[in-house]
């Protein structure tokens, strides 16, 4: 069974810009959730979403955004990005969200210039 | 103050050694404790899931839950050079909202 995909693997963007990441879940799961993991750091919670609904929002600002599709993929936004935006962008799935175990991708790493 | 804290490492240890892992947190409200694997380059990987205290145990691993401490621990036996990795903690409360805190993650490297 495929796990976690996470695409692109790998991102350069200049200050300012705008950057859309994906995500496709296990096959089955109904919950997505965000994490972004700076280097030398655990991952810091930033959505979760079950049935195309967000459960739940970290503290993270509002260019930040997400959203769940009906075949349960997902993307995260990031506008007007800032060098410490830079980091792994990590994508879980489980099968009910709320306290479910976490599958998580490979990320994203972003780089942020 | 981080709500998870724990032991940085790194930690280093010949192959065979029993290794041991502990994170300490602060929220009452957290019930249920994970621990991840994580390689270099890789997503974090799900190793064990406890819901409140106790023990739980699978295979070379042992999972610890101390509520009224507040410290959770994860034993591994017989370690392996393949288990050379970072290795967090993850807690979350009683709620639907999907939340899960980390600590920073203990390095660490089995040598053979």
């Known amino acids: 069974d495929a796990g976690v995909t996470q695409s692109p693997t790998h991102l350069i963007k200049t200050r300012g810009q705008q950057v859309t990441l994906r995500c496709s879940p296990i096959?089955?799961?109904?919950?997505v959730s965000w994490y972004q993991q700076v280097l030398g750091q655990g991952p810091q919670f930033i959505f979760q979403?079950?049935?195309?609904?967000?459960?739940g929002r970290g503290n993270f600002p509002d260019r930040f955004s997400a959203r769940q599709f009906p075949n349960y993929s997902s993307e995260l936004n990031v506008n007007a990005l800032l060098l410490g935006d830079s980091a792994l962008y990590l994508c879980?799935?489980?099968?009910?969200?709320?306290?479910?175990?976490?599958?998580f991708g490979n990320g994203t790493r972003l780089t942020v210039t | 103050q981080k709500e998870v804290e724990q032991d940085p490492g790194p930690l280093s240890v010949p192959e065979g050694a029993i290794v041991s892992l502990n994170c300490t947190y602060s929220n009452s409200a957290f019930q249920y404790f994970m621990w991840y694997r994580q390689y270099s380059r890789k997503g974090p990987e799900l190793l064990m899931y406890t819901y409140s205290s106790g023990n739980k145990e699978d295979g070379r691993f042992t999972a610890q839950v101390d509520k009224s401490s507040k410290y959770i621990s994860l034993f591994i036996r017989d370690s392996q050079p393949s288990d050379s990795a970072t290795y967090l903690c993850a807690m979350s409360g009683n709620t639907n909202a999907g939340k899960s805190t980390f600590g920073d993650g203990t390095t660490l490297t089995v040598k053979p």
């Open positions: 879980a799935s489980s099968p009910l969200g709320g306290n479910s175990p976490l599958h």
């Open positions: 979403y079950y049935e195309k609904e967000e459960r």
């Open positions: 096959s089955g799961h109904k919950s």
